[in-house]
């Protein structure tokens, strides 16, 4: 995790890295998923994103999505302080259902929402 990704923002190469992520396990079509937040190193700029990967038997098989979106600063914090109360606590279990509740819901209710918003790849550029 040394290198970030390709940051569209600013169009710096490895500058955008991933603070948190959370493993929420199988969701959806997918059978591993993660969410993750991020910021540029350069320009400051916070998100989330989005890990999808399905395996279907043979390795070559195997499907990755790793999407990118630009969140304020206010929305940046809500992830934030939702996948911090995921890596343990008292709250993690709970918070992790809310997390694949979000997932499962596409992200579409307040206070963290990025339906509708357009997403990145994220790239190792
Ligand atoms: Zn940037």
Same mark, same amino acid.
């Given at each position: 995790?040394?290198?970030?990704?390709?940051?569209?923002?600013?169009? @710096?190469?490895? &500058?955008?890295?991933?603070?948190?992520?959370? $493993?929420?396990?199988?969701?959806?079509?997918?059978? +591993?998923?993660?969410?993750?937040?991020? =910021?540029?190193? #350069?320009?400051?700029?916070?998100?989330?994103?989005?890990?999808?990967? &399905? %395996? %279907?038997?043979?390795?070559?098989? =195997?499907?990755?999505?790793?999407?990118?979106?630009?969140? $304020? %600063? +206010? @929305?940046?914090?809500?992830?934030?302080?939702?996948?911090?109360?995921?890596?343990?606590?008292?709250?993690?279990? =709970? &918070?992790?259902?809310?997390?694949? !509740? #979000?997932?499962?819901?596409?992200?579409?209710?307040?206070?963290?929402?990025?339906?509708? !918003? =357009?997403?990145?790849?994220?790239?190792? %550029?």
């Amino acid at each position: 995790m040394a290198d970030g990704f390709w940051c569209p923002h600013c169009e @710096t190469s490895r &500058s955008l890295r991933i603070l948190q992520s959370v $493993d929420i396990g199988a969701a959806g079509n997918f059978d +591993e998923v993660a969410i993750q937040s991020i =910021e540029c190193d #350069r320009c400051g700029k916070r998100g989330m994103a989005i890990y999808e990967e &399905s %395996r %279907r038997g043979a390795l070559d098989d =195997e499907s990755v999505a790793h999407t990118g979106y630009w969140l $304020d %600063r +206010e @929305t940046a914090v809500h992830i934030g302080l939702l996948l911090s109360a995921c890596q343990g606590g008292p709250r993690q279990n =709970e &918070s992790g259902a809310e997390l694949k !509740k #979000r997932y499962s819901g596409h992200f579409t209710a307040a206070p963290i929402a990025v339906a509708g !918003k =357009e997403g990145f790849p994220l790239e190792y %550029r």
